[in-house]
Every structure is written in C-alpha cells, then in structure tokens.
C-alpha cells in the first residue's frame, strides 16, 4: 500500500513557478511516479513520470524544458518543480504511483487527494 499526499499549490501569475510535493507513506521502490493534472471538464493528462528505482524520468511534450520530478529518497517525498508557467498548466494536480510504465491514469494503482495550481495571465 502507498499513500500519497500532495502540498505545494497555489496561484501564480504567468511565468511565475510552484514547487509540488507528494508524500509517500510508504517504500515507493519498484514502482513509476507519475505527476498527472485535470482542468474541470477535461481529461487528466500526465505531466511527468520518475522511475522511483532508477531515477529515470519522463515528460510530456508540453512541459518539456520547464518542469522537473525528482525524489528524496530518504523522505519518501516527490517532487515537481514548475518554472515558466502559463495560463494553461492551471488545473488539480495529482501524484500517483504504478507498477509499470505508462502515461495512462487507469494504470495508476495509488493516488493522492491533489493540489491545484492556478496561473494568471
């Protein structure tokens, strides 16, 4: 069992940064961390994905070059620094943990309860 919970969010205006964490209550070795976001009515897409294990790391496209995930291992916390930030990253952040590989929410075993992140034009 992992237990996730989320910190860190709040409103910004564009360009600005936020630095998300999510607690782990437990051993997260063996699995993928993943960073996922929901605007209201739309799909939740993920944003970036840690290999807990190799520390191996994964973004998507729309992110690239301005977010980064890391993890302290000794404090079982992930992280995911946002720099640069635009209207259009507004929307409830989550942190979730699976067995495998994929950028699918279905896949994903372990979630947090979110933060949202608001960003002003």
């Known amino acids: 069992q992992v237990q996730l919970v989320e910190s860190g969010g709040g409103s910004v205006q564009a360009g600005g940064a936020l630095r998300l964490s999510c607690a782990a209550s437990?051993?997260?070795?063996?699995?993928?961390m993943a960073w996922f976001r929901q605007a209201p009515g739309q799909e939740r897409e993920g944003v970036a994905i840690?290999?807990?294990?190799?520390?191996?790391?994964y973004y998507a496209d729309s992110v690239k070059g301005r977010f980064t995930i890391s993890q302290d291992n000794a404090k079982n916390t992930l992280f995911l620094q946002m720099n640069s930030l635009k209207p259009e990253d507004t929307a409830m952040y989550y942190c979730a943990a699976a067995r495998f590989f994929n950028w699918s929410p279905r896949e994903y075993n372990y979630w947090g309860q979110g933060t949202q992140v608001t960003v002003s034009s």
């Open positions: 840690i290999n807990a294990n190799s520390g191996s790391t």
């Open positions: 437990a051993y997260t070795f063996g699995y993928y």
